[in-house]
């Protein structure tokens, strides 16, 4: 080789060096800026994750554990697992290969990061598909960085779907008080709110808010009495009373009459708490704290019955009793006297503070503690052993704390004072808050959890309310100047405040003034987004197209894809105006048959939305329900019989639609004496329906005849030690359900083949064949009269049943041992493995897709939505929906991947504010579960369900926390 041709050659190695070290610092500072930023992102995410943590008991007992659905070991969605020491180990591989790479390269490179698995290996050609953007074969560390932070981006903004709360009606009542209302309690049996002002007046208010009772308690007192708190004492029907004098006042509930007054304290006692030990009704506790910084405890043993010793001195003459005169024991002595007293200085002030007064004092009963606050920056707040009494943890907050709450479903202490800045704390963490919310500019002067929709509602000095959500730490809403007052008197300082979460109101006081703030929603208040524009009615899901078809009240039909929510096709005015009341599908999901409320009957074409066949009804009421079979289709309804249509095969010359008359082969041997509300086949040949006045009769479809008819009212229990059926509040049977695994084996004819709604949020388990009840137990979210469970579903194999209720709560219950009629059979309550509020409206439709391991709802708030059985929200079906169901590659099922929907937090104004009679306890929408997760929904592995079963039946504790955990809880998989 000459040398110029060696020096051309060395000169094109120095360009190529100098450009490959060039794009070699391009990338290094793209990944410099991409790393800060994954390390932000990474680190909050991992902060929120481990904030929320299941509870514990003391330091020795294990970690509690985060109920995020990324850290089941079962989930398999790659991206989840990578962490800032991977991705800096990726950027090495990008780098060795010039900055891109092959689909093959890049599962080398997360195989070399992740390990060997095929767990993995499985997801990793669809999380390259993702990526890959540009669809070249190639992805370059631009593409990977854009979609990890994205990912890590959507994680945080949308978060979970969220309910907020909105003003609804602020309202101001006239009060008796004339003095500053100190203290707002709720008292039981009935549920009524009490008032108590610092002039002695106490006021009864009804769950309406009229003032029932006023009782003027100066009249009754020696001297002029200043009321400092007062206290309810349900079991001994005493209302306690603390007053400037530095003595407690025990007035009779019914007639007013001053009974015990105990004298002497040793300050004036500024909080009070109550509270009756619910495994001994005798034994009760009352706690007050006082301008000392200490904390008193009076210990009742026979609070029912008597409060105090008789009189033994003249310091006791029965009616004033000296403080002296109570015995002060050692905790550890329990029994001798009828009352104890203990005194301890909690709170100690510095030199240059002032005020040591306790502020707020609570016997909370999860943690066994008594915990109190006080304006000490030291000893801000503390928790005392409620058994032992010793000095637990004490938490530090500058300038004190004024206010706290407890949430036991969170596990978390939210605290509220001086400095403006509103505190979470992990009860037994008190070195530091899990998170500091800052937004207000007074003092905070009340808080409150709302633990079903996972919020905190805090209430300044200036009125201002904002509402906080606790697993994302951010301020939801804020409300200023909704509290009202009377023009004459203007703004006065708070004085007091209750949280009522059924109502989801906050009630407040200022001086003499009594208000409440109401921010529950109307019901007719819709979620950002919807499927359909009025309430769905039905939801079938055609397997052999994957498509989800839903119909709403209008008559309005949609098919959707099954695996991204998008929009098919849509037909309406299906029934002349008529509403849709039942739909079915048949024909190996080709044909859609659906009812309506006019009696009409038709058949369409699920592909083209093409009406194919018209059934007529002898009697044209109301359709309730379709079964549509390989040559014949069933209905139920208004007229109280089922009747037959053949389902002939369509001439393609034919003009469609084609009019199909009943058949009059079809004679049933018997027929219901009421409208037929509910039916469910069970091939081949069985036939159930339930009616309005509670009767259940099984058919035989062959012949028409009766196979067997029983009354659920009076209805006899397979055990002979029950023989009627208890809870028969409302006679009509909602729904129907075979268990038809249970019915094909034949083997054992002993269990309940069958499952039926009713009566107040009642399920009940029947053997079909004998008319037998097996089994009952309550599955609507609130033990309320009005609440029902309108939808049932369950698997192939009938281990697992699903319940929907009219709050809009599913629940997944493991039946595999419930009612089988073999030894160690329950026959009561199943064990519940998840439950979620999945609507703010009543669930009616529930489907249960198996192969998916998915589950399908849709709702009178008109939206149709997707979940996994763990609760996991995955997504709305929508004109935007924007989540996947990928299939896997062997078509067998689906693989969840990434489920982003957006929040349905901005919730659109209903038209008209309800009246304030929604304060009743028997309010529609109570607080829910919160709201769902809405991260993102990963496969559950079939072996993980069978390990998640098992234990459940094994471990009885599990199974129990399961029950109570919210959305986050981890749940069996279908």
Known sequence: MSASAEEEVVVEDLGAAKRQSAATDQLTELVSTRTKKFQTLLSQHARRSSTFMVKGNSNQDPPPQRTKVQNFHSVIRTEDHLTLEHLQTLMEVFFKHGGTLRQDQFQEALVQVLGPSERFRKQMAMLYQKMDTRGQGELDWDEFCTYMMQDLQDK?????????????????????????????????????????????????????????????????HTKNMRVTDVAYMANAFRIVVATVNRDLCFYDSATSALCNRVVGLGDVATSLDYYPDPSDPDQSWLVFGDMGGAINVLLFSTSSTQLFNPPVSAWHDG??????????????????????????????????????????????????????????????????????????????????????????????????????????????????PTALLKGHAAPIAHVAFSPEYGQVISLAANEVIKIWDIKDQVCLNTLTSVIPHHPLHGRQLLSAMYWHDPSQSILTACRDELSVVQMTRDERTKASQTSHENPVVAVV???????????????????????????????????????????????????????????????WNTLSGALL??????????????????????????????????????????????????????????????????????????????????????????????????????????????????????????????????????????????????????????????????????????????QTVPCLATNASNTLLLTGDSLGYVRLWNIDDVCTGLYGSRDGKPRQLASWRAHVQSITALVFVEGS?????????????????????????????????????????????????????????????????????????????????????????????????ETSRSDPGLASAAATASAGAAAAAA
Not at 177 to 198: C, W
Not at 549 to 577: C, M, P, R, Y
Not at 893 to 903: C, D, R, T, V, Y
Request: charged residues 20%.
């Open 156 to 220: 945080e903004d949308l978060g979970n779907e969220r309910e907020l709360p909105l003003l609804v009606c602020p309202q101001l009542f006239s009060t008796p008080h004339r003095g500053s209302i100190r203290r707002i309690v709720l008292v039981p049996n009935p549920a009524r709110f009490l008032t108590a002002s610092d002039d002695g007046t106490i006021c009864f208010w009804n769950m309406k808010m009229a003032c029932t009772r006023t009782i003027s308690l100066a009249s009754k």
């Open 319 to 432: 009616l004033n009793i000296h403080l002296s005169s109570i015995e002060e024991v050692p905790p550890a002595i329990t029994s001798g006297t009828v009352v104890k007293y203990f005194r301890y200085r909690t709170h100690i002030a510095s030199e240059d503070e002032v005020d040591k007064s306790v502020k707020l004092v609570r016997i909370i009963p999860a943690l066994n503690a008594i915990v109190s606050c006080a304006s000490t920056a030291a000893r801000s707040l503390v928790l005392r052993d409620l058994a032992s009494h010793d000095d637990g943890s004490h938490f530090a907050v500058p300038k004190g704390v004024v206010t706290f709450d407890f949430s036991e479903r969170w596990n978390v202490i939210a605290t509220g004072g001086a400095d403006c800045n509103l505190r979470l704390w992990n009860p037994y963490v008190p070195t530091h």
């Open 613 to 786: 066949q018209q059934l007529v009804k002898a009697r044209p009421l109301e359709v309730t329900g379709l079964i549509c079979l390989k040559d014949r289709i069933f209905t139920a309804g208004w007229d109280r019989e089922v009747t037959s249509f053949k389902d002939n095969p369509i001439n393609s010359l034919a003009e469609c639609p084609v009019v199909i008359h009943a058949d009059s082969e079809w004679q049933p041997s018997t027929s219901h004496s009421d409208d037929i509300l509910t039916m469910d086949h069970c091939p081949d040949y069985l036939l159930v329906t339930g009616s309005f006045d509670g009767r259940i009769i099984v058919w035989n479809l062959r012949s028409g005849r009766l196979i067997n008819k029983f009354d659920s009212r009076t209805a006899q229990r397979a055990d002979p030690g029950v023989t009627r059926l208890h809870h028969a509040v409302r006679a009509s049977v909602d729904r129907v359900l075979w268990l038809r695994a249970r019915v094909r084996d034949t083997q054992n004819t002993k269990a309940a083949n069958l499952v039926t709604s009713s009566d107040s949020g009642m399920i009940h388990f029947w053997n079909a064949f004998k008319g037998n009840l097996m089994g009952s137990f309550h599955a609507a979210f609130a033990d309320q009269g009005s």
């Open 853 to 949: 391991r998915i589950i399908v709802t849709g709702s009178a708030d008109c939206a149709v939505r997707v979940w996994s059985t763990a609760g996991h929200f995955v997504g709305t079906f929508s004109s935007t929906s924007a989540w996947v169901l990928a299939s896997e590659p062997t078509g067998s099922s689906f693989a969840l991947g990434i489920a982003h929907e957006p929040a349905a937090s901005e919730m659109d104004d209903a038209d008209g504010a309800p009246r304030l009679s929604m304060l009743s306890m028997d309010h529609s929408s109570p607080s829910p579960e919160p709201g769902p997760d809405a991260t993102v929904l990963e496969t559950i592995e079939e072996e993980d369900l069978k390990k998640r079963v």
């Open 541 to 603: 899901f055609l397997a052999e197209f994957n498509r989800i078809v839903s119909a709403d009240i209008s008559g309005v039909i949609t098919s959707w894809e099954a695996s991204n929510g998008h929009k098919v096709l849509q037909f309406s005015e299906t029934h002349a105006g008529a509403s849709v009341t039942a739909m079915a599908a048949g024909h190996g999901g080709k044909r859609l048959v659906t009812g309506a409320s006019d009696g009409s009957i038709k058949v």
